[in-house]
């Protein structure tokens, strides 16, 4: 009875550790926790991000190409449709798996795909360190939708395609129809 009193004690304090450092991990059970963009989601990414076939610098001054790649861009470089598609599709994984690693609760798809959308426009450190990471993480699910729309900045100036966009991905995220924003 003693060994059995002390197991649970030391599971009750191995959880409360985990809870306060924040190494608690996702529900295992009828939680997926290895999520991927819909079709849905690349498909509000492609009209917030438009398809450039020639290196160009977004309003960030941040040197792009192709439905917003950043990585391994040089001047003057371009690309064809298909490959603009191929690095969105290979760079969707790197981007699923920030909203897969930082968000320690359940998501529903328009959720996840909101969520990808936004760390793929502004960034693993921006969310990170957001308060938005911190509401959704409490189960704040009501206030994940202003929290998303508060980013609406480039280089320190409001933008009217940021305000679309994160508006977009609000609907999104509360499952409502976000096409004609």
Known sequence: MIRMVNQLIRNLLMRVWQWNTGAAQKPKSGVRTNMHISA???SLIK???GCELKAYRCAANVLTIGYGTIKNVTEGM???QEEAETLLQE???EYEGY???MVKVP???HQFDAMVSWVFNLGSGNLSSSTLLKKLNNSEYDEVPAQIRRWNKAGGKVLDGLIRRRE???LMFMNQDWYEV
């Open 40 to 42: 849905e989601g690349l």
């Open 47 to 49: 009209k917030f991000e």
């Open 78 to 80: 371009e690309i064809t």
């Open 91 to 93: 760079e969707m994984h």
């Open 99 to 101: 909203i897969n690693d």
């Open 107 to 109: 998501l529903e798809q």
């Open 168 to 170: 977009a991905e609000a």
